[in-house]
Structures are given as C-alpha cells and as structure tokens.
C-alpha cells in the first residue's frame, strides 16, 4: 500500500470507492479486484513522480496522450511484458471510464490509448486419445479408492463440462446428485448452464458411494484427504504423475482438458457461438482462440503428411 501515501486523499478515496464498485455491482472476484488495483496504483504512483506532485482529480483529467506513452514506456523499462501492460492499461481505462460517469472527467486520453500488440498465446489442448487416457489413468495415481475416484471424478467434469478448475471444486452438495444440466457461476459472477454427460454423472456418483465424509448442501462436493475442501493443487499433482506416466508435455494440465474440451467441440463441428456459452467467456474473441489452435493442429497435420511441401 505504499504507493497510496503519493497519491492525493481525493484519488485514493476514489480508487477504493471503484474496487467497491467492482465488487458489489460487477461481481468482480476478489484476485480481479487486488490486480486492478495494483494497476491502477502503479499507474497513479508514476503519475505523481512524473510530474513531482500529488495528483487529484483534476490535473488527471489534464493527462495528455504523451503523458500515458511515458507510462507505458516506463513500464516497458521496467521489464514488463506487452502483455502484462496491456492489462495494466486495461485496469486503467476502466477506472478512468468510472471517473468519467461519476464526476464528468475527461478521460480521452485515457480510452484513446492504444495498448502494446502482443502474440496472444494459444491453448494447447490434448489430443483426443491423449484427454481419454488421461481419464483413464488418473486413477492410477492414489491407492486410496475414494481419492481416485474423486480425482476421476474432477478431471471427467474438467474435459467432459470444460469447467474451470475453481467451478469444478467450488460445487456444492447441492448439485447432488448430478442432473443433466449444471448451472455454474463463473468469472465475475457470471452464471451459465453446461450439459452434464452420462460420464461425468457417473464419475460423480461413484466418487460421493466412496466418499468417507457427509456431503451435506452449502459445502463442497470434493474433499481433500482430511475433508476440507480440495486444494486445486492436489488434481495438478495427480495431473503430474498422469502425463509423466503417460508421456505428455508439460502443457497438460488440468486447464488443458477445458481447452480440449472446447477444441474437440469446435473440430466436430461445433457452433462457435455455442461454446463461448458453454465455456463462460465473455468475449468472443476469447473463445475464437480455438479457431486458431484447430487451424494450426490442420497444419500439422498437413505439414506431417506432406512433408516437401
């Protein structure tokens, strides 16, 4: 919080009174909400060395688009990739553009902006075998019946719903026993339905008949080995012993069976607008991400098959 003592009350007040907003009407979670923040701060801290005075609300809305390439520049300096900027401008358009509702600040300098292009990394999904192996042989990693069963049970909903790792171990026992649907909130509070496959609904089913603890509604479905909730580290590290058992590169993790999820989706033919609802994503610039990894997995496959051309 040091970066708070060079900034006037008045901003200050104003940047708490916008990560309140952010949680109480966007829904933002709370790690969403401590990195704006520390965008913001960083970004109103420069500010204020840059022009050797405490900054308010006024002289913010005097910023000239110079005044945000010295930023940008110093973070560059600073050894901060494009992409991590980018958010940090995001974070910062967005407090801007809330200062601009409340208090009529002009934020043009702000929003016009433009963030650093940089290569957009693309998922690396598991082949189809590779994602039914992996099912298969998780269950291998624990000796304890009910523990492989409950990690069969996670990595089946992870691949099989393409749930994030945080919704699948947020469920609660009031989801039990599974349906055909399941509704889930996600990213900033965001609910949607996903489909359940008969699979999932069995993998879930015999992991609760093995489960030694109470799965009463309002607490979590999956358990660690003491019954509290399950470390999300506990899937990677059963994750980890499953690639290295079946030969897979590091990317396989468990986020790379939703991403295998919406891949071997949108390879059968699925609707790319169908799986931006099915994933939870808000853009669909998001989910056209896949496009580009089906492309390239085209291409390796070409490439394989003729290999002069």
């Known amino acids: 919080m040091a970066g708070l003592t060079l900034i006037s009350p008045a901003l ?18 709370a790690a969403t909400v401590i990195a704006y923040r520390r965008d913001v701060q960083g970004f109103l801290t420069f500010l204020t060395e840059h022009h050797g005075e405490s900054l308010g609300p006024a002289p913010l809305a005097r910023l000239t688009i110079s005044d ?5 520049a110093h973070e560059r300096g ?25 208090d009529g600040f002009d934020a043009t300098a702000i929003l016009a902006a433009r963030a650093p292009k940089y290569r957009r990394k693309l998922p690396r999904p598991l082949a189809v075998d590779a994602a039914k192996s ?21 990595v089946t909903l992870l691949y099989g719903c ?7 171990l947020g469920l609660t026992g009031d989801v039990l026993p599974l349906g055909d649907s399941l509704r889930i909130r996600g990213k900033g509070g965001k609910e949607r339905m996903v489909p359940v496959l008969d699979a999932a609904r069995k993998a879930v089913a015999h ?62 033919g699925g609707d790319l607008r169908a799986i931006q609802e099915l994933l939870g ?29």
């Not at 050894?79 to 910062?92: K, P, T």
């Not at 393409?162 to 699948?168: H, N, P, Q, T």
Request: proline share 5%; hydrophobic share 45%.
């Open 281 to 309: 994503h808000a853009s669909l610039s998001t989910t056209q991400a896949y496009t580009a990894v089906d492309t390239a997995r085209l291409m390796e496959i070409y490439r394989n098959a003729h290999p002069r051309a």
């Open 207 to 268: 992991y609760v008949a093995l489960c030694p603890f109470d799965l009463p509604p309002g607490e979590a479905v999956f358990r660690g080995q003491r019954g509290g909730p399950l470390n999300p580290r506990m899937i990677a590290r059963a994750m980890e012993r499953t690639r290295l058992q079946l030969g897979l590169p590091a990317s396989a993790t468990p986020h790379a069976l939703r991403h295998s999820f919406a891949t071997h989706l949108l390879g059968a």
């Open 162 to 168: 393409g749930l994030r790792i945080s919704e699948a």
């Open 12 to 29: 200050a007040d104003a940047l708490t009174r916008w990560t309140d907003h952010l949680r109480a009407v966007d829904g933002a979670a």
């Open 134 to 154: 992996v099912i298969d042989t998780v269950e291998l990693q624990s000796q304890e019946p009910w523990i492989a069963a409950r990690d069969v049970a996670v």
């Open 68 to 72: 945000m390439r010295a930023w940008m």
């Open 78 to 102: 600073r050894g901060v990739a494009a992409r991590s900027l980018a958010r940090a401008l995001s974070s910062v358009k967005g407090f801007a553009g809330w200062m601009a509702e409340r």
